[in-house]
């Protein structure tokens, strides 16, 4: 495959991920919406964890999360993160970097009120990161703000959505004898224009 077509055709990043993303969750039985974000601390130690993409648009990956995380104060501090979707059921994987920055509004309200009741009064019972006692004192946190906040909670304001903007994307799929196929697109900022290279594996 020299040239870019197949899986790989088209001429936007996010269309192409979008479409991969739609195969996967034919193929994938648990969450093929999972990336390993990473991120890194003030002092530069790297992390990373499982999150949800909800969302692709025409210009960036959205998740959400508690603010006052430990994953949320490494975004906020860094201005940056990078992570990965990988699908063994297509071997097939897409890597993104790039420049992150809150998603704090409307949208952020609409995909809370889509949640189960459950999982809204979950984000307000927990101190993401925090050291928690014991289950059991959890559960009682739950049944307090069930208590307080009833079956339509707002959305807490510790918790919303970040917008990762891509300054590279590489699509990458496995191929015979460990010969991928690899081709990353990439830009020097967020909206100026894609240059696209072949990879070796």
Do not use: C
């Amino acid at each position: 495959m020299s040239e870019r077509d197949g899986i790989f055709a088209g001429t936007d990043p996010f269309v192409i991920a979008g479409r991969w993303l739609d195969e996967a969750r034919e193929s994938e039985s648990n969450d093929p919406n999972a990336i390993a974000l990473a991120t890194v601390d003030v002092d530069g130690m790297p992390n990373a964890r499982m999150v949800l993409l909800k969302e692709i648009e025409g210009g960036a990956f959205v998740f959400y999360t508690n603010y006052e995380s430990a994953k949320a104060g490494e975004l906020d501090a860094a201005g940056k993160a990078a992570f990965v979707m990988h699908w063994k059921s297509l071997r097939r994987q897409i890597r993104v970097r790039g420049i992150i920055t809150r998603e704090n509004g409307p949208q952020a309200d609409e995909y809370y009120a889509s949640r189960s009741l459950k999982s809204r009064l979950g984000a307000w019972a927990s101190k993401q990161s925090q050291p928690l006692s014991s289950r059991s004192a959890l559960m009682a946190e739950v049944a307090k703000v069930t208590a307080k906040l009833g079956p339509n909670p707002p959305r807490p304001p510790f918790w919303g959505g970040y917008r990762l903007e891509p300054t590279e994307i590489e699509f990458w799929a496995d191929g015979a004898f460990r010969l991928h196929d690899r081709f990353r697109w990439r830009r020097d900022q967020a909206g100026s224009e894609w240059q696209v290279q072949r990879l070796n594996p």
